[in-house]
């Protein structure tokens, strides 16, 4: 049984900065991402990264989100920048894509943690 634990999330003011954590336990992933769900919405890709060094934001990530996997295949780390209130969402991980340039629906995630929960307040 894959299990993927996220750690990192909570409450910041706009501006702020948050690092997110995922952990596979006893499990090597090729290719990791991150999504996130706010209320009301659907779960929308936020980035994916692979062990060929891969890495992949969307649009509104780019330039405030870095990402950043372990060697390990074991971990991957979002770090959150200049965060704002639209940011707000439960942050899900998620492993077992192909690659990072082809990973962006949930389609294409096969094992996906409990979420950690991110509020911004304005």
């Known amino acids: 049984q894959v299990r993927l634990v996220e750690t990192g999330g909570g409450s910041v003011e706009a501006g702020g900065s948050l690092r997110l954590s995922c952990t596979a336990t006893?499990?090597?992933?090729?290719?990791m991402g991150w999504f996130r769900q706010a209320p009301g919405k659907e779960r929308e890709w936020v980035a994916s990264?692979?062990?060929?060094?891969?890495?992949a934001l969307a649009d509104f990530a780019q330039g405030r989100f870095a990402l950043s996997k372990d060697p390990s295949g074991k971990a991957l780390y979002l770090q959150m920048n200049s965060l704002t209130p639209d940011d707000t969402a439960m942050y899900y991980c998620?492993?077992?894509?192909?690659?990072?340039?082809?990973?962006?629906?949930?389609?294409?995630?096969?094992?996906w943690g409990q979420g950690t929960q991110v509020t911004v307040s304005s």
């Open positions: 998620a492993a077992d894509c192909l690659t990072a340039r082809d990973a962006r629906t949930k389609s294409d995630f096969n094992f």
């Open positions: 006893d499990y090597y992933s090729y290719c």
């Open positions: 990264a692979d062990g060929a060094g891969t890495r």
